[in-house]
């Protein structure tokens, strides 16, 4: 049974690997490249006005550009090279934790059933509001962050063909690191289905399901993407979309709760080298998923009650 339940899951994990790998290949080398144009540059450049508007140094737009074309681990190392005070910091990393490597995971979103525009929207308007909120809220840390664990710098690249053998080289890798969490992933939920014990797993999920307005189905699709992010999640969200029957109401409640608060491990312990309190940003993203999770959960409720009234209204008439 185990090796059945193994082999299958292989080749589950090898078809979603291949499935994401078509996004994940493309937009990573786009962006590779984009680095060394005049693209980002000029973006900053933009939304330097911005930054100004919600308390914050027009130097804050380059981690924020950075971490929303790329991942935080550029953001961190743009802060690192910045003199920032704490407040800045701590703010720049709430709105990179709500908005962050947009292009691929928002694509990845489409691929499990989500709007586009609901996954952008929601993770823009949660970093806009975080920020201008802590800005009113908070009137202390103006001391300069003081940083710890300082990452390697990359060596510059200069010239075009190392510029893309150097883009190709980040792009394989992002598929490499995908396949080997999602392909042991897939193995492990595969045997765990075989021997019924995600069915127990749902069952213990469920009253926090249904609390957050979504049927026990949907257990895997949200500790997936809970504990491996959106991106590398997504290989165990789409399967379970399939496989679960998951509702594509469920799934966008569920994304939308994800968005606010996933990866919760490594997204919150890669911003300690920072010097800043990483249990509040934890809470914080917690606290908001679970408010916008309730209050979408209710609303869309509501009239989907309002729809079914309508419809047996006219049905007696």
Not at 68 to 89: P, R
Not at 95 to 102: G, R
Not at 191 to 204: E, G, P, Q, R
Request: a positive charge; proline letters at 3%.
């Amino acid at each position: 049974m185990l090796v059945e339940s193994s082999k299958k899951g292989i080749m589950v994990g090898l078809k979603t690997t291949w499935t994401l790998g078509k996004i994940i290949f493309p937009v990573t080398l786009i962006v590779a490249l984009l680095q060394h144009t005049p693209v980002l540059p000029w973006v900053i450049k933009l939304i330097t006005p911005l930054m100004n508007l919600i308390g914050l140094s027009g130097d804050t737009a380059i981690p924020l550009v950075l971490g929303n074309f790329l991942n935080l681990y550029a953001a961190i190392g743009a802060i690192l090279t910045l003199d920032l005070t704490v407040k800045e910091v701590f703010i720049v990393a709430v709105m990179l934790s709500f908005s962050h490597n947009m292009l691929i995971e928002s694509s990845v979103a489409v691929k499990v059933g989500v709007k586009l525009w609901i996954g952008v929207a929601v993770r823009l308007g949660l970093a806009l509001i975080s920020a201008i909120v802590i800005n009113l809220v908070w009137q202390g840390g103006s001391e300069i962050a003081k940083y710890g664990m300082i990452p390697a710098k990359e060596e510059e690249v200069t010239g075009w063909l190392a510029i893309l053998l150097n883009a190709l080289e980040k792009a394989g890798l992002g598929i490499f690191q995908l396949a080997i969490i999602v392909i042991p992933l897939m193995i492990v939920i595969q045997i765990l289905k075989d021997l019924k014990w995600l069915a127990v797993f749902s069952k213990w999920m469920a009253p926090v399901t249904r609390m957050l307005g979504m049927k026990e189905n949907t257990s895997t699709t949200l500790a997936a993407g809970l504990l491996f992010g959106l991106a590398f999640g997504a290989g165990v969200m789409i399967q379970a979309v399939k496989e679960d029957g998951v509702s594509k109401k469920d799934v966008t409640i569920a994304f939308i709760f994800l968005v606010a608060c996933h990866a919760v491990v490594e997204d919150t312990l890669i911003f300690v080298p920072l010097g800043i309190p990483v249990l509040p940003l934890l809470l914080i993203r917690l606290g908001v998923a679970i408010l916008l999770t309730l209050i979408v959960s209710f609303i869309w409720n509501r009239i989907d009650m309002a729809k079914r009234k309508g419809a047996a209204y006219e049905h007696t008439n």
